[in-house]
């Protein structure tokens, strides 16, 4: 129950308030240029592509006049009005998507696992953080969070991590550092998230053996728009959340939105604060020609929770709540990302996009990290006393030119392009983290931060990347395309070690990818695809490569798929199943006679089916379902124990369950009523390489009931972890990360 008096609730109001306070004044001002009222519903983003004028109708490939039109031509005329959000199943199966293609393909032409979630979606299902977002929504998705990895790590297909499954944001690659991703966060910015399944590299580069999740920003819009929201729920966290959009004149259009909240969070001395702030403008320059200039701005402090640990292997439920880092622990994320786009329609068949960007991140660790029960003493040991700083800048450019028209006789579109980019980098800490300290596990003072090792700069790493690429759809018939594509990566590597200089080196790298598919359509909206593709991985964090493996080649992976895909009965229901093998080459592992040697030799695999269906129903009902089941294993993986080489082959990689499903029903029981509920299930993983120690399944449920009193407005309550379950979300053999407790929030929206 939420405790606090009404003086206290006002204070924590007003600093949330403070928070938004000028991006609210920024679109106040925007607001006050338009000539005609606001327009209170909700706007359809129709394509994630959005460049010129229409021209004039011309019968292109399909005979369509809308589909004529050079892709980036069609996703510019965005259209306000009134959308049901319960109207769709949420598979998406014949919207454009641009995660899985470059040539902005349907799910339904794409010969891969393809999904795109949208901002309707993720709203009425309340998921305020994109992690939620993925893995309740996605086919086969899970999370491995934790506060040493910026809380965004995810696993798919048998592949854990930020080096095996990609983030990106607007389609851009941000490269993490010492395997830590810190923005996207918060998905009140995003028109919509899209994951691809499996091997991503041939599109995006080294490091997406797993998937890939791309998280779309909202885009300016050419008609009117605004709304707010703001929540409160029982852990004292409150949001306050604008957005507006719409045109200053004919040629110019602007969307702007920002999102703060302040936590108590649900374990002892953990609040948090959250700040977002996207803002976009578009010109039109000629009909053919325009330009998007946008950036986007988070500043976090997350929680400071590293886990709770373990008494005889497992959790007790006594110190659930409970927070072991230091009282002056701190953890900060400043992340600011600036966007300049190109879009030109050159003529009816060709166009040409560029994308230039400028990414900064400031993070700062001050945290005592390792907890472990002590049997002889009955205490928690606490070791690792941690203060990192991390200072990136990220500045690219990546251009593409597409191609539409025939090669001998049939349809083709073809797109080809560049991508080259800078990442300079420089890691400060106070290594070898010394420090250690004893508390007693249930009443103790968590005590001040202090490490006998100094902070200081510890290495800068300059990372040039260079990358060409190409794709291309072959239409054979109205039935049969054959979909190709390939991607050359040139990365190099040039650190400088302030400690020690003969650990400074220069190192580059080489990796090719490509893939092939066909996707046959027997029936209209029935696709059977199959795909080979090819990916190579980092064998650590490539912009943070050490001086031990800078000798190291990328590891490479191959896959191969088939599925089904349908949309069916007038678009109220689409399914979809697919199964795949993939097999990843060159792990390191450890030389059985001398086992102080690493050798690139080791192998992974996985093989699996995943399933997804999405129905609407009569009287109100709509039915969402996935389910992902899959074996992944170790097939060569050796380890030194204690000098001792041990083989793992045959086990399960950390962190990876075999079966994962979410299922969610909604239902229009009344006029303006509805109610939901999901249940998100996750099989259980292991904590080590050895398969000694695993970490349980879990079933989470989450629902709500919303009341709409207007067209304008919206109030929902939610219930997360309805039933309050225990569970860990990732974990080692000495400490897990439990999940949220049972939450209730109260929330209100209203557009105006």
Request: neutral net charge.
């Amino acid at each position: 129950m939420i405790s606090c008096s009404l003086a206290a609730l006002k204070q924590r109001a007003s600093l949330v308030c403070s928070l938004t306070l000028s991006p609210v004044l920024l679109a106040t001002d925007a607001w006050a240029q338009q000539a005609q009222p606001a327009i209170p519903l909700d706007p359809i983003e129709v394509s994630p592509a959005n460049l010129a004028r229409p021209k004039q109708p011309d019968v292109g490939r399909s005979g369509s006049a809308a589909q004529s039109r050079p892709k980036s031509a069609q996703g510019h005329r965005t259209v306000s009005t009134q959308t049901n959000t319960d109207s769709a199943p949420a598979l998406n199966l014949t919207k454009r998507d641009s995660t899985g293609s470059r040539l902005n393909l349907t799910p339904l032409e794409t010969p891969a696992s393809v999904g795109i979630i949208t901002s309707e979606t993720i709203a009425e299902r309340g998921q305020h953080n994109v992690l939620d977002a993925v893995t309740q929504n996605a086919t086969g998705f899970t999370a491995s969070p934790a506060p040493g990895n910026g809380g965004l790590s995810f696993n798919t297909r048998g592949f854990t991590g930020i080096n095996s499954v990609m983030t990106l944001y607007d389609g851009t690659l941000l490269y993490p550092a010492a395997g830590t991703i810190t923005f996207p966060f918060d998905t009140w910015s995003a028109g919509r998230i899209e994951v691809m399944r499996g091997p991503a590299s041939v599109l995006y580069g080294a490091g997406a053996i797993g998937g890939v999740i791309n998280v779309a920003s909202k885009k300016p819009l050419s008609a009117p728009y605004n709304q707010a929201e703001m929540s409160l729920d029982t852990n004292l966290t409150r949001r306050l959340a604008v957005d507006s959009g719409g045109p200053i004149n004919p040629d110019v259009s602007y969307r702007v939105n920002a999102i703060g909240n302040m936590s108590d969070g649900w374990v002892d001395r953990d609040k948090t604060s959250n700040l977002a702030i996207s803002a976009a403008v578009r010109m039109q320059a000629t009909d053919s020609v325009a330009f998007t200039l946008s950036n986007d701005y988070g500043d976090r402090s997350p929680s400071r929770y590293f886990g709770t640990p373990l008494i005889n292997n497992t959790i007790d439920e006594a110190l659930r709540f409970k927070n072991y880092n230091v009282l002056d622990s701190h953890i900060r994320y400043q992340d600011n990302w600036t966007q300049f786009k190109t879009e030109w329609d050159v003529t009816d068949g060709i166009s040409v996009r560029n994308t230039m960007y400028y990414l900064t991140s400031h993070r700062h660790w001050r945290d005592v990290e390792t907890y472990a029960w002590n049997p002889a003493t009955r205490m928690i040991d606490r070791s690792d006393y941690i203060e990192i700083f991390h200072d990136q800048a990220q500045i690219g450019n990546r251009m593409d030119a597409t191609l539409r028209g025939h090669v001998f006789g049939f349809s083709n579109e073809f797109v080809a392009g560049f991508d080259v980019n800078r990442i300079d980098f420089t890691h400060t800490n106070n290594s070898p983290y010394g420090g250690s300290s004893s508390v007693d596990p249930f009443s103790f003072n968590p005590g001040l931060f202090s490490s006998p090792d100094r902070t200081a700069p510890s290495f800068n790493a300059i990372t040039n990347q260079y990358a060409v690429f190409a794709e291309d759809r072959l239409k054979l018939s109205d039935q049969l395309a054959i979909v190709g594509g390939v991607r050359l990566d040139q990365p190099s590597i040039e650190r400088t070690d302030f400690r020690d200089a003969t650990r400074s080196f220069e190192t580059s790298l080489s990796g090719l990818s490509w893939r092939v598919g066909t996707v046959y359509n027997p029936i209209k909206d029935l696709a059977v695809y199959g795909q080979y593709s090819t990916a190579v991985d980092p064998v650590g964090t490539l912009i943070t490569t050490s001086a031990a493996q800078k000798d190291f080649k990328l590891a490479t992976g191959k896959q191969i798929e088939v599925g089904v895909k349908q949309s069916f009965w007038n678009g109220r229901g689409e399914w979809t199943i697919a199964g795949y093998q993939i097999v990843k080459n060159d792990l390191l592992a450890r030389d059985p006679i001398h086992p102080e040697v690493v050798m690139q030799v080791g192998q992974q695999s996985s093989r699996g089916v995943e399933a997804s269906v999405g129905l609407v129903l009569d009287h109100g009902w709509r039915v969402d379902a996935n389910i992902a089941l899959l074996r992944a294993k170790y097939d060569n993986f050796t380890q030194s124990v204690d000098g001792v080489p041990v083989s793992f082959a045959g086990n399960v990689p950390i962190n990876v369950p075999q079966q994962v499903s979410n299922v969610w029903a909604t239902w229009e029981f009344a006029p303006n009523w509805s109610v939901y509920g999901g249940v998100q299930m996750v099989g259980k993983t292991f904590a080590d390489n050895a398969n000694t120690l695993s970490i349980p399944s879990y079933a989470i449920v989450n629902g709500g009931l919303r009341w709409k009193p207007d067209p304008r407005t919206t109030v929902a309550l939610r219930l997360y972890n309805l039933f309050d379950k225990v569970y860990a979300t990732s974990g080692d053999t000495g400490q897990w990360l439990l999940g949220m407790p049972r939450t209730a929030e109260l929330s209100i929206n209203v557009k105006f």
